[in-house]
């Protein structure tokens, strides 16, 4: 099993940058495909990115497209979420998620999952 711990989270202004990290304990991260959810209030859980195992392939929602991107670092066990030019619609708590084959977009296929982390955009 995998542990994951998200930070980075907090309040900016609409344009703003904030980076996101998460954490992974447990068994080597460079075995999971990786991806970054988010969930705001009264709303589903939705995708935001994802990466492959060896950070090769990624993907991303058409929302956050050219504004985010989506890294890992397996040598320090980490993944990252670069968020610019922010937009009050990205307000949520975002959550890393983790599963053992390939990267995909889909909330239910991950089993692994971080506590997550809030972010509050204002304009």
């Known amino acids: 099993q995998v542990q994951l711990v998200e930070s980075g989270g907090g309040l900016v202004q609409a344009g703003g940058s904030l980076r996101l990290s998460c954490a992974a304990s447990?068994?080597?991260?460079?075995?999971?495909?990786a991806g970054w959810f988010r969930q705001a209030p009264g709303k589903e859980r939705e995708f935001v990115a994802a990466?492959?195992?060896?950070?090769?392939?990624?993907y991303y929602a058409d929302s956050v497209k050219g504004r985010f991107t989506i890294s890992r670092d397996n040598a320090k066990n980490t993944m990252y979420l670069q968020m610019n030019n922010l937009k009050p619609e990205d307000t949520a708590v975002y959550y890393c998620?983790?599963?053992?084959?390939?990267?995909?977009?889909?909330?239910?296929?991950?089993?692994?999952w971080g506590q997550g982390t809030q972010v509050t955009v204002f304009s």
């Open positions: 998620a983790a599963r053992s084959v390939s990267a995909t977009r889909t909330v239910n296929s991950y089993p692994y």
């Open positions: 447990g068994r080597t991260f460079s075995s999971y495909a």
């Open positions: 990466i492959s195992l060896g950070g090769g392939v990624t």
